[in-house]
Protein backbone atom coordinates (compact mmCIF):
# COMPACT_ATOMS: atom_id res chain seq x y z
CA UNK A 1 0.00 0.00 0.00
CA UNK A 2 1.02 3.74 -1.08
CA UNK A 3 1.49 6.02 1.54
CA UNK A 4 2.21 9.85 1.66
CA UNK A 5 4.35 10.70 4.35
CA UNK A 6 4.75 14.74 5.51
CA UNK A 7 7.45 16.30 8.06
CA UNK A 8 8.72 19.63 8.68
CA UNK A 9 5.84 20.67 10.71
CA UNK A 10 6.32 21.99 14.45
CA UNK A 11 5.53 25.25 16.92
CA UNK A 12 6.83 28.60 14.84
CA UNK A 13 6.41 32.12 16.15
CA UNK A 14 4.64 34.72 14.74
CA UNK A 15 6.34 35.61 11.43
CA UNK A 16 8.69 32.53 11.40
CA UNK A 17 9.15 29.80 8.81
CA UNK A 18 8.77 25.97 7.98
CA UNK A 19 9.77 24.09 5.25
CA UNK A 20 7.41 21.05 4.91
CA UNK A 21 8.20 18.03 2.74
CA UNK A 22 6.57 14.51 1.15
CA UNK A 23 7.31 11.88 -0.34
CA UNK A 24 5.89 8.69 -1.39
CA UNK A 25 6.29 5.13 -0.22
CA UNK A 26 6.44 4.28 -3.63
CA UNK A 27 7.86 7.57 -5.57
CA UNK A 28 5.86 6.65 -8.57
CA UNK A 29 2.95 7.91 -7.41
CA UNK A 30 4.54 11.06 -7.31
CA UNK A 31 4.67 11.97 -10.63
CA UNK A 32 1.30 13.73 -11.50
CA UNK A 33 -0.24 16.76 -9.79
CA UNK A 34 0.42 17.31 -6.19
CA UNK A 35 -1.31 19.32 -3.90
CA UNK A 36 -0.62 20.77 -0.14
CA UNK A 37 -3.97 21.24 2.07
CA UNK A 38 -4.49 22.32 5.54
CA UNK A 39 -7.43 21.83 8.23
CA UNK A 40 -7.44 24.18 11.36
CA UNK A 41 -9.44 22.87 14.16
CA UNK A 42 -13.15 22.76 13.39
CA UNK A 43 -12.69 24.04 9.66
CA UNK A 44 -12.93 22.27 6.30
CA UNK A 45 -10.12 20.94 4.63
CA UNK A 46 -8.94 23.59 1.90
CA UNK A 47 -6.33 23.89 -0.85
CA UNK A 48 -3.02 25.57 0.36
CA UNK A 49 -0.92 25.14 -2.85
CA UNK A 50 -0.61 23.03 -6.18
CA UNK A 51 1.90 22.23 -8.89
CA UNK A 52 1.54 20.32 -11.75
CA UNK A 53 3.81 17.48 -13.41
CA UNK A 54 4.85 20.84 -15.62
CA UNK A 55 6.13 23.20 -12.98
CA UNK A 56 2.45 25.06 -12.96
CA UNK A 57 1.70 26.63 -9.33
CA UNK A 58 -1.36 27.62 -7.52
CA UNK A 59 -1.93 28.80 -4.59
CA UNK A 60 -4.76 30.32 -2.40
CA UNK A 61 -5.43 33.36 -1.58
CA UNK A 62 -4.43 33.18 2.11
CA UNK A 63 -0.89 32.49 1.38
CA UNK A 64 0.00 33.89 -1.72
CA UNK A 65 3.89 35.78 -1.38
CA UNK A 66 4.32 34.01 1.84
CA UNK A 67 4.12 30.46 0.70
CA UNK A 68 5.95 28.47 -2.09
CA UNK A 69 5.36 25.01 -3.28
CA UNK A 70 8.76 23.26 -4.82
CA UNK A 71 10.08 19.87 -5.79
CA UNK A 72 13.41 18.14 -5.98
CA UNK A 73 14.78 16.97 -9.53
CA UNK A 74 12.80 13.95 -9.34
CA UNK A 75 9.90 15.16 -8.76
CA UNK A 76 9.98 12.47 -5.72
CA UNK A 77 9.81 15.02 -2.73
CA UNK A 78 7.67 18.29 -2.95
CA UNK A 79 8.13 20.93 -0.27
CA UNK A 80 6.03 23.87 1.13
CA UNK A 81 7.93 26.58 2.42
CA UNK A 82 6.02 28.83 4.27
CA UNK A 83 7.37 32.29 5.29
CA UNK A 84 5.48 35.35 7.80
CA UNK A 85 3.61 32.46 9.39
CA UNK A 86 0.45 33.87 11.14
CA UNK A 87 -1.79 32.25 14.32
CA UNK A 88 -4.49 31.46 11.21
CA UNK A 89 -1.57 29.00 9.67
CA UNK A 90 -2.32 26.94 12.51
CA UNK A 91 -3.46 23.45 10.89
CA UNK A 92 -2.74 20.20 10.22
CA UNK A 93 -1.10 20.27 6.66
CA UNK A 94 -1.58 17.53 4.50
CA UNK A 95 0.14 16.62 1.05
CA UNK A 96 -2.52 15.00 -1.68
CA UNK A 97 -2.19 13.10 -4.85
CA UNK A 98 -5.40 13.60 -7.09
CA UNK A 99 -4.47 11.32 -9.45
CA UNK A 100 -4.71 8.56 -7.04
CA UNK A 101 -6.62 10.11 -4.15
CA UNK A 102 -3.56 9.71 -2.06
CA UNK A 103 -3.74 11.51 1.14
CA UNK A 104 -0.67 11.54 4.08
CA UNK A 105 -1.36 11.60 7.34
CA UNK A 106 -0.49 15.07 7.98
CA UNK A 107 2.27 17.47 9.84
CA UNK A 108 0.90 19.77 13.08
CA UNK A 109 2.05 23.37 12.36
CA UNK A 110 1.15 25.90 15.03
CA UNK A 111 2.08 29.17 15.23
CA UNK A 112 2.29 31.31 18.71
CA UNK A 113 3.91 33.19 20.71
Known amino acids: QVRLVESGGGLVQPGGSLRLSCTASSTAYMAGTMAWYRQAPGKQRELVAS???????NYADFVKGRFAISRNRAHTTYYLQMNSLEPEDTAVYYC???????WGQGTQVTVSS
Open 51 to 57: MTPAGDT
Open 96 to 102: HVPRFDL
